[in-house]
C-alpha cells in the first residue's frame, strides 16, 4: 500500500483508470480464489494479484484525499485575478510569523458560488484585535496568491508542505478586511479548540505566565504555536524537542492513569468491553484535542489496538501493532507518510523495538535505580538508531548530549504529565489552589532552565551536516543487517552490512568529486545583498549583513550543507567582479558607472540606485540585467518595464530566484 501512495504522489494518475484497474485486479483475485479454494496450489499468482491489489488501494486512497476531483474546487471555477468575494470557514491556526497571524481556512462560497477546497490566510499582526477560533464562519473580499516557490537553492519548500495539506494559494488581509458571520462549533475540531481556549483562560487567570503556559500547551495540549524562539531551539539542540510533540510517552502515561482510574469497570458483567470502549473513546478524544498530530494519532492507534487485545486476552505483537496502526492511518490519510512527523515517530518506536534490547542485555546492572537509568538510556540510545538518518537528513545537526539530558528529563516526565492533567482539571473546576501553580510553574521553569544549560554547551551540537536520500537509505540497510547479524549469527547478514559500509564509502566519494565545480550566486534576500563565489567545495561570501542577521541568517547555511561545502569566508560587496570569461558590474545607490573602459556582461543593480536605466543601457550595452531584492519595489517596476521596452532580458531575485553562473 505504501508503494502505492508514493507511485500515486510522483506520478499522474487518471482517477477513472485507477478505479477500473482496482476493480479489474480485485475482481481477477476473487475469481482466482475460487478457483483455488480447497486445492493445494504452488502457483505464485495469487500472491502477485494480491500484491498488485494493494498497491492499488494505496493508489486510490492517495487519489481519493486530491480535493482538487471534486467538481466544486475552487480552481475549477472562474476566479478573478483581482479580488474575489469569498466565505470561508476557520480549520487550523498555525504558528504565527514576525508579522502575520496564519490560519489554513475551508472555502465555503467564492462569488456567491458554492466551492470548497483550502486556502492559507494571513493576518496583519498590527491590526488584529483578537484571535479567531476553529469554526469562525467569515466573509472577506481577498485577492488569492500562489505561495511562492524557494528562492534560494535549498531552501526549505513551503509551497510544497502547503500543497501536501490540499493547499495551494494563500491571501493577506487586515482585520477590518474581515467580517464574522457566525462563531458557532460546528465539528468536533471547533469543540476541541473552545476546550483548549477555555483551559487557556483558567490557567492565565490562575496565574500561569506565559513561558510555562506555552509548555503546558506542547506536552499537554499539542499545540507548539505559542512557544518563544530561544526556548523552542534549547529543546532542540538539547534532543528533547520529542517531549514536546504529544506522542507515544504522553499517550502511554495517560492510557496508566485510566486503566487505574477505570480498573472497577472490570467488576461489571461486561467490564471486559466497556472498558476498552471506554478507553479508546477518551484517548481519541484526547488526540482530537491535541490536533491529531502524525505522532499522537499514531500512538492513539497503536494504543487502541494494545487495549483491544489485552481485553480480549489476545499476544499482541509489537511489529504488528505497528503495521496495523499504519495500515489503518495510510488508509484514511495517506498523505502523512510524506510528513517527517510521521516518518520520525514510527522509525523511533521500531528503533526501540528492535535495538534495545540488543542494548539492554549488554549490561545487567544489580539495584533497581541503576537498571532504571540503564533503561532509559537504553531506549533513548535505540530511539535514536531509529531516527538519527532521517533526522540528520531534514535537520542536518545531531545534539551529542541527548542522552544526558533525555536520562534526567523522562523519568520525571510521567509525574509532569500527570501533575499537569491534575492542574487542568482542578484548573476547569475552578478549584485550583494557588501553591499547586506555584509548585507546577517552579516544575516547568526548572525543566526549561535544565534543557538551557544542555543547551549551552554548543560543542557538543553538531551542525550542518550533510546527508542525501540515499545515505539515508544505506545506513538504515546496514542497521537492519547489524540487527539481523546479532539475531541469526548468518554470514549472510555480514556481508550485506558490509556491501552496504562499501556502498555508503562510495556514495561519500562521489559527492567529494560532485562538489568540484564552480558557481557565481547572486542571492535573494530582502533588504540585503549578498553574492556568492563557489570554487569546488570553498565558498567566498560577499555580503553586506550585519552581525545579527548573519548568525540567524540560513541562506548560505543551506547552500553550505545542500552543495557539501567545506569551508565559507566573507569579504565586503565589490564594484566589479569576473566570474570565467564574464564580467558583472555592479551599480549600487551610489550609482557610479559613467567613464568604465570596458563593457559588462551582466549588471547587477542593488540598494536603488537613482540612475537612468535607459542610459545605463545604451551606454554599456549589458547582456542582462539582474536585480537583487535590495531595491524598492517601486524602482524595480520600473526597471522592468525599460528592459522591456529595450528587449533586453531581466533578472529579478525577489521573483525568479537566486541568479546562478556556471
Known amino acids: 500500500m505504501i508503494l502505492g501512495i508514493i507511485l500515486a504522489h510522483y506520478i499522474q494518475f487518471s482517477f477513472q483508470s485507477l478505479l477500473y484497474i482496482i476493480i479489474g485486479l480485485i475482481l481477477l483475485l476473487s475469481i482466482y480464489w475460487l478457483i483455488l479454494r480447497g486445492k493445494v496450489n504452488d502457483s505464485p499468482f495469487f500472491g502477485i494479484l494480491a500484491y498488485l491489489c494493494m498497491v492499488g488501494v ?22 478573478s485575478e483581482n479580488y474575489n468575494n469569498v466565505t470561508f470557514r476557520i480549520k487550523e491556526r498555525l504558528k504565527t510569523d514576525s508579522y502575520n497571524d496564519k490560519y489554513i481556512v475551508a472555502i465555503n462560497t467564492i462569488n456567491g458560488k458554492k466551492a470548497s477546497g483550502k486556502l492559507l490566510i494571513n493576518i496583519n499582526h498590527n491590526s488584529v484585535n483578537n484571535s479567531l477560533s476553529v469554526d469562525d464562519l467569515i466573509y472577506t473580499s481577498s485577492k488569492f496568491e500562489v505561495i511562492q516557490k524557494p528562492l534560494n537553492p535549498h531552501q526549505f519548500d513551503y509551497s510544497k508542505y502547503l500543497k501536501l495539506r490540499q493547499v495551494y494559494h494563500q491571501t493577506y488581509l487586515e482585520s477590518d478586511e474581515l ?35 506555552s509548555i503546558i500547551n506542547a506536552l499537554l495540549l499539542g499545540q507548539r504555536q ?78 487502541s489496538v494494545i487495549s483491544i487485545a489485552m481485553h480480549l486476552k489476545r499476544p499482541a505483537n509489537i511489529y504488528n501493532t505497528l503495521v496495523i496502526s499504519a495500515f489503518i492511518i495510510l488508509l484514511f490519510k495517506p498523505t502523512f507518510l510524506f510528513e517527517v512527523g510521521f516518518q520520525m515517530s514510527y522509525l523511533a518506536v521500531l528503533g526501540i523495538v528492535s535495538v534495545q534490547p540488543i542494548i539492554y542485555k549488554l549490561w545487567k546492572p544489580k539495584f533497581l535505580v541503576s537498571d532504571k537509568l540503564w533503561q532509559i538510556f537504553t531506549v533513548t540510545l535505540a530511539a535514536q538508531a531509529g531516527v538519527v538518518p532521517i533526522s540528520l537528513f531534514y535537520f542536518h545537526q545531531f545534539p551529542g548530549l541527548f542522552f544526558i539530558s533525555n536520562i534526567v528529563v523522562i523519568p520525571f516526565l510521567g509525574l509532569i504529565l500527570g501533575f499537569g492533567l491534575l492542574v487542568i482539571v482542578l484548573a476547569l473546576l475552578n478549584i485550583l489552589p494557588e501553591f499547586v501553580v506555584t509548585t507546577y510553574s517552579y ?3 526548572s525543566l526549561n532552565n535544565f534543557i538551557a544549560w544542555v543547551a549551552q554547551f554548543e560543542d557538543f551540537l553538531f551542525r550542518d551536516i550533510p546527508f542525501t536520500i540515499l545515505q539515508v537509505l544505506i545506513s538504515y540497510f546496514i542497521i537492519i543487517a547489524l540487527v539481523k547479524i546479532y539475531k541469526t549469527k548468518a554470514f549472510k547478514w555480514v556481508s550485506f552490512c558490509l556491501f552496504g559500509i562499501i556502498a555508503f564509502q562510495s556514495i561519500m566519494i562521489y559527492n567529494s568529486f560532485a562538489s568540484n565545480k564552480d558557481d557565481f550566486i547572486i542571492f535573494n534576500k530582502s533588504r540585503f545583498s549578498i553574492i556568492g563565489e563557489r570554487q569546488n567545495d570553498q565558498l567566498l561570501v560577499h555580503h553586506n549583513l550585519d552581525s545579527l542577521k548573519q548568525q540567524t541568517d540560513n541562506v548560505i547555511r543551506n547552500y ?3 552543495e557539501l561545502i567545506d569551508s565559507v569566508s566573507t569579504d565586503s560587496l565589490q564594484s566589479i567582479y569576473r566570474f570565467k570569461n564574464k564580467t558583472i558590474l555592479v551599480i549600487d545607490s551610489l550609482a557610479i558607472y559613467k567613464n568604465i573602459s570596458f563593457k559588462p556582461n551582466y549588471i547587477l543593480l542593488r540598494n536603488s540606485p537613482k540612475l537612468n536605466l535607459n542610459r545605463v543601457i545604451d551606454s554599456l550595452q549589458p547582456e542582462k540585467i539582474i536585480i537583487d531584492a535590495s531595491n524598492y519595489k517601486s524602482y ?15 533578472h529579478y531575485t525577489y521573483e525568479k530566484g537566486a541568479f546562478f553562473l556556471n
Open 443 to 445: 516544575i516547568i521553569e
Open 179 to 213: 467580517l464574522l458571520i457566525s462563531n458557532s462549533k460546528t465539528t468536533i475540531y471547533g469543540y476541541a479548540d473552545a476546550l483548549r481556549t477555555q483551559i487557556n483562560l483558567r490557567l492565565m487567570d490562575a496565574g500561569f505566565k506565559d513561558k510555562e503556559l
Open 58 to 79: 494505496g493508489m486510490m486512497t492517495y487519489a481519493i484525499e486530491n480535493e482538487k476531483l471534486q467538481k466544486d474546487h475552487y480552481s475549477h471555477l472562474n476566479i
Open 560 to 562: 553550505k550543507v545542500g
Open 636 to 650: 524595480v517596476t520600473r526597471w522592468k518595464t525599460t528592459c522591456r521596452n529595450k528587449k533586453i532580458p531581466f
Open 226 to 303: 505559542t512557544i518563544d524562539k530561544t526556548i523552542y531551539n534549547n529543546y532542540v539542540n538539547s534532543g528533547t524537542i520529542h517531549i514536546l510533540a504529544v506522542s507515544g510517552l504522553h499517550v502511554g502515561v495517560l492510557l496508566w492513569i485510566l486503566n487505574f482510574l477505570f480498573r472497577p469497570l472490570l467488576y461489571l458483567k461486561y467490564g471486559n468491553y466497556i472498558r476498552p470502549l471506554v478507553l479508546i473513546i477518551i484517548l481519541w478524544s484526547f488526540a482530537i484535542i491535541a490536533g491529531l498530530s502524525p505522532s499522537v494519532t499514531r500512538a492513539v492507534t497503536m494504543f
